[in-house]
């Protein structure tokens, strides 16, 4: 597997490339802002877009998904959880000072125990709300593209619209039942594994 990562927008928003090595298929995951660089990647590893995944409809992980769509002709999946968040973008956008452009219609939804492909790749999506009611994880090929649910040392905030932190602490427990040595690729900062998390994470003392 190839992954590309690009720390996109104003929030330092993660955004990552997850392509087959043999076929150069991919997936775009939270194209949050800057879609040109995005591209640019795109175009100069020939990688065939088949799907951009938004773990969550935050606006910092969303924002360029129009762009990357209409350049690729990729099929935008989500939550329907998180319909309402996807729909209210730009007011949230607004309201931290920023702009977003319009959004297009996903072209699909994703829930618990869907799989999404990208040549020999496969990844299970995992429904972890708390962040946001539709937040998902995709887990594959020892890796876990964890969105906002968890960070190195931390967890997602539950104070915006449609957090819940009871569904938090759930999620979280989730995702420390995977193998220890999974890579997590957050939606902000650094990577870790599970096994750091077991040890580091302040989040264990509230579950």
Not at 172 to 181: S, T
């Amino acid at each position: 597997m190839i992954i590309k990562k690009l720390v996109v927008g104003p929030l330092q928003e993660n955004c990552y490339i997850a392509a087959d090595e043999k076929t150069k298929k991919a997936l775009v995951i939270d194209p949050g802002d800057e879609p040109d660089r995005i591209l640019e990647v795109i175009r100069d590893n020939n990688f065939e877009i088949s799907a951009v995944i938004l773990t969550h409809a935050h606006f910092d992980h969303v924002g360029a998904a129009g762009d990357i769509k209409r350049a690729t002709s990729a099929k935008v999946l989500i939550n329907d959880g998180d319909m309402e968040l996807y729909k209210g973008a730009r007011d949230q956008a607004a309201f931290w000072g920023y702009e977003v452009d319009d959004l297009p219609e996903p072209d699909g939804f994703i829930k618990e125990g869907d799989e999404v492909s990208a040549g020999e790749l496969t990844f299970k999506v995992l429904h972890t709300p708390g962040h946001s009611p539709g937040g998902v994880c995709l887990y594959g090929e020892g890796t876990l593209f964890s969105g906002d649910t968890i960070f190195q040392g931390s967890v997602g905030r539950t104070d915006f619209y449609g957090g819940d932190m009871t569904k938090l602490k759930e999620s979280f427990k989730r995702i420390l039942g995977l193998p220890e040595d999974t890579i997590i690729l957050s939606g902000h900062g650094p990577e870790t594994t599970i096994e750091r998390e077991k040890r580091e994470n302040f989040f264990i003392e509230e579950i």
